[in-house]
């Protein structure tokens, strides 16, 4: 016998929208951080071809030209493959309206066509040349697949403007309508991508320069790179990706958002991934930045970059689940050549990262830890607080590690003054650590603990940081749930200050200014 939620995914697959109404059309497990979403008015255009009844996106086909709306079923809009889809992407630009229901998709949403460098006539589209996205305030959008996802191709644009009281919601249909996702549960939907023509090193300069870049993507078959880390893919504003990722093939996992050589012209900010099977955000080369992102309950890496990475991310407060994650951030270079250039080179400010402790098998993705450099990366950590405590004192789990060098091309950056850590909290009981693929110490003697805290002087670019190795000691005072805590303490009970590096505060988020209210979800109901 059929579930109901069986039952309702039957039906969409079949195209019998209608018994949609069945179904619900609520928000399932959306449970906006301490505050109220507020009803939006949206007076833009919608030209609907059946009436005013029908609130559902449309479009004017230029194949057919004729008119495609999704359909309206008295409390959510449906779409299927005909509108949009994996082998039928959007070619015209397409507004998603604002309304009460929730906007749900029977197959991936593509935004432009994929280019891939078999037809030598067909140049990549740049700078907006393909279609546009856009997305307005307080939307709801779900997919029904768990290998469905929404794509943005080279040169279209993804505008996703969503508000503090107003934000724009991806999941899937479990919890936007079935409403009976789990809090924990992944893999519900893909997730967004968005293949950008930036640079990528796994591209050579001369397939940059005449455009001969075609990077394939993870995931369904789509490419990306080209020569311009300035380029616009467009903007995402208080967006929360809600239990994305899929694991299409192993070695081949959709993440909650997965930035393809994104150039720096594009606009990320206040964004939240949830519970998410494999990474938060990862940068595959570009240059794009990220600016106050929150990523809990990431199974995988919450922060991934690679393949000539060259952004910062700013504001990030990252928690992981109380038995599962692996890295607050993993860095890399390019696995197959870690000297490949332009050398990945990602900066991380104002991070708070609280680990789960867990390691494998309890673990899904890999032992938890706070930062991994590895493969050749070089990298900038600052003003920043990595803690382990709440997952000692709650859980008994043993801890992971901090700060760890992988990598002897790695450690050789830090070495010679390539990498610096500065202003920075490492509240763990292992506050540093190194790989085994190379010795305890750098070629000069010093171990990676005397490199983080400027050993005689030798790394003056890593200035003002802290180890706690006892962190479990009930006088170490560094945070106050997830705020930064007002004042510090070390485990002997005293006081200490942190000057930060670049003004602010140390750390994502304080109490007294908490960027993270209103539109966040999942805050108010943490493991510790």
Known sequence: ????????????????????????????????????????????????????????????DPKTNTRKQGSFDGTNCVYSSDFVGEANPLTVSLTIPF???????????????????????????????????????????AWI??????????GSRIIAEGTATAPITLTGFKDAVSQNAGRLETQLWGG??????????????????NNTCHVLSEGKPSNYGGNNNAESSGTLQYVVVKHPGFEVAPGDELNGITFNAVGSGT????????????????????????????????QDDSIDWADGWQGTVDRALVIQAENNGDRCVEADNQEANNSATPVTFGTV??????????RVPIATHGDSMGVEMRRG??????????????????LTQVPGRCLRITNSTTATLALNNQSSVKSTIFNCRTPTSNGTDWSTVFTNGDSVAQWASNNAGRYPQNTNNVLISDSVNTNVRVLDGFYTATSFANAAGTAFTVTPANGGTIGAVTRASNWTASWTFGLNTLWF
């Open 1 to 60: 016998m059929k579930t109901k939620q069986n039952l309702c995914q039957s039906l969409l697959i079949a195209g019998v929208s209608v018994a949609l109404a069945a179904c619900g059309g609520g928000g399932g497990d959306i449970e906006l951080n301490a505050g109220t979403v507020t009803t939006i008015n949206d007076n833009s255009t919608n030209t609907t071809g059946g009436g005013n009844n029908n609130p559902c996106a449309n479009y004017q």
């Open 377 to 394: 990366t070089r990298f900038a950590l600052e003003d920043s607080i990595l803690f382990d405590a709440h997952a000692i004192n709650r």
């Open 192 to 209: 967004l991508v968005i293949n950008g023509n930036g640079i990528t090193n796994k591209c050579s300069d001369a397939q940059r320069s």
């Open 349 to 358: 400010k104002r991070m708070t990262c609280i680990t789960s402790g867990a």
């Open 99 to 141: 309304f009460s229901g929730v906007h749900i998709f029977e197959d991936s949403l593509f935004v432009g066509r994929n280019i891939d460098g078999t037809n030598a006539s067909e140049a990549v589209p740049q700078n907006g040349a393909g279609p546009t996205l856009t997305i307005r305030a307080g939307s709801r959008l």
């Open 145 to 154: 697949r768990q290998d469905d996802y929404l794509l943005v191709n080279r």
């Open 267 to 298: 606009v990320v900010s206040h964004v939240q991934v949830y519970a998410t099977y494999d990474d938060g955000v990862e940068f595959f080369g570009g240059a794009v930045n990220v600016n106050n992102l929150v990523a809990l309950y990431v």
